[in-house]
């Protein structure tokens, strides 16, 4: 099993780095995580797990984060610690566990699995792969929108002169 730098704790949130994305997971302890997975994924799937972004359900499991991760890297990575007070390790897991087994809504932009990692840890449902798509697409959106105006300009200015 690849070495976690630092180990992961009770409670913690684990990033695994999948081809195009990350999938999100939260350390219950003895190498299992709690996870959010489409019904058709196996462990370790890896990037066939994108299937996930298909699909309006999901499956909460507790499998081992060794083959939750397959392949990909992952670390431990409780980015908003400093924003959100963590609910107590013992909540966490307990909230978590009680959730494994269950098919619940799955929503790529809303209710994804860094939406439910981050309600059991803070109580709060968020997810920044989807903020930052979001702000990506806005920023597409007004370069494009500036490269059209700036091509109705010039198409106008050249009219003019002729």
């Known amino acids: 099993m690849r070495a976690l730098i630092p180990e992961p704790q009770l409670g913690d949130l684990i990033e695994i780095f999948r081809p195009f994305y990350r999938h999100w997971a939260i350390y ?35 499998e081992l984060l060794y083959d939750v991760a397959g392949t ?5 990575n409780n980015k908003h610690d400093g924003r959100y007070p963590p609910l107590p390790p013992s909540k966490i897991i307990q909230r978590a566990e009680e959730l494994v087994g269950q098919e619940v809504l799955y929503k790529l932009t ?18 920044d792969q989807v903020r930052d798509a979001v ?3 806005g920023v597409a959106g007004v370069g494009l929108a500036a490269l059209g105006f700036i ?7 050249k009219r003019q002169k002729q």
């Not at 997975?37 to 507790?62: N, R, Y």
């Not at 990909?72 to 431990?76: A, E, L, N, P």
Request: hydrophobic share 40%.
């Open 72 to 76: 990909d890297q992952y670390r431990v």
């Open 28 to 62: 219950v302890g003895n190498g299992y995580v709690v996870h959010l997975a489409p019904p058709s994924e196996i462990p370790g799937a890896g990037a066939a797990s994108v299937m996930s972004a298909l699909t309006d359900k999901a499956i909460v499991k507790k």
């Open 135 to 137: 702000m990506m697409a």
């Open 110 to 127: 809303s209710e994804n699995c860094e939406h439910f990692v981050n309600e059991l840890r803070y109580g709060i449902a968020r997810s």
């Open 151 to 157: 091509g109705v300009m010039f198409s106008r200015n």
